[in-house]
């Protein structure tokens, strides 16, 4: 069965004050990891794809990148508009079958 | 384009009562898919189809019935519902994946809030 666990669960920061949230994940055969936004009452907005160990992708603040066990999102110089809950998801199959984690909230103050 | 979008937002049932949660997209998606969020847990998978016609089950099904008539829409039903069932409810569509073409991203709508007393 796929697992995916993220970590911290919850995670404040002072505006500026760069960090890491975690994604492990436990797969057999990944074929995709996505990284997700999702603010209070809005549904979950895309943020990367990573397919392969070794992968990095930027926007912004972010930078996502992914090994053969784990994902990391990094935060360089948060803003308190970065505030939201950060979703992790594996792929492993066709159809767009996704497993996700529970989530990291991130809240970053003035 | 409107995206994904989700009706009602807001929905209290009585145990028993039945109703539909209506989902259309206008991005001409084959994938579209029905998730449920609750507090402490991630994303659930409950039904998905891959085109108009097509469905099947996700991790989540029981109580929950789907159909697929047009590319557009993709209704969840509850055919009796049950406290279990409050949650919230998030429909979301992609373009078509297949293993050789990789995963596209998921669009979601802004869910129903589901209460069922």
């Known amino acids: 069965e796929d697992q995916v666990t993220q970590s911290p669960e919850a995670l404040r920061l002072q505006e500026g004050e760069s960090s890491s949230l975690n994604c492990s994940y436990t797969v057999s055969g990944l074929r995709g990891l996505f990284w997700y936004r999702q603010d209070p009452g809005k549904g979950p907005e895309f943020l990367f794809t990573?397919?392969?160990a070794g992968e990095e992708k930027e926007k912004e603040r972010l930078k996502a990148t992914l090994t053969k066990k784990e994902s990391f999102l990094h935060i360089t110089a948060p803003k308190p508009e970065d505030s939201a809950t950060y979703l992790c998801a594996v792929g492993t199959g066709a159809n767009s079958k996704l497993t996700f984690g529970k989530g990291i909230t991130l809240s970053v103050r003035p | 384009n409107a995206g994904v979008t989700q009706t009602p937002k807001f929905q209290v049932l009585k145990t028993g009562q039945s109703m539909t949660l209506q989902c259309a997209q206008d991005?001409?998606?084959?994938?579209m898919s029905w998730y449920r969020q609750d507090p402490g847990m991630g994303l659930r998978l409950i039904h998905y189809s891959v085109g108009a016609g097509i469905t099947d089950q996700g991790e989540v099904p029981n109580g929950y019935n789907v159909s697929r008539s047009t590319t557009e829409d993709f209704p969840l039903r509850l055919l009796s519902a049950a406290p279990s069932q409050t949650s919230v409810y998030f429909c979301?569509?992609?373009?078509?994946?297949?293993?050789?073409?990789?995963?596209?991203?998921?669009?979601f709508g802004n869910g129903t809030r589901l209460t069922v007393t």
């Open positions: 990573l397919y392969s």
């Open positions: 991005m001409n998606h084959e994938y």
């Open positions: 979301a569509s992609s373009l078509r994946t297949g293993a050789q073409q990789g995963y596209s991203p998921l669009h």
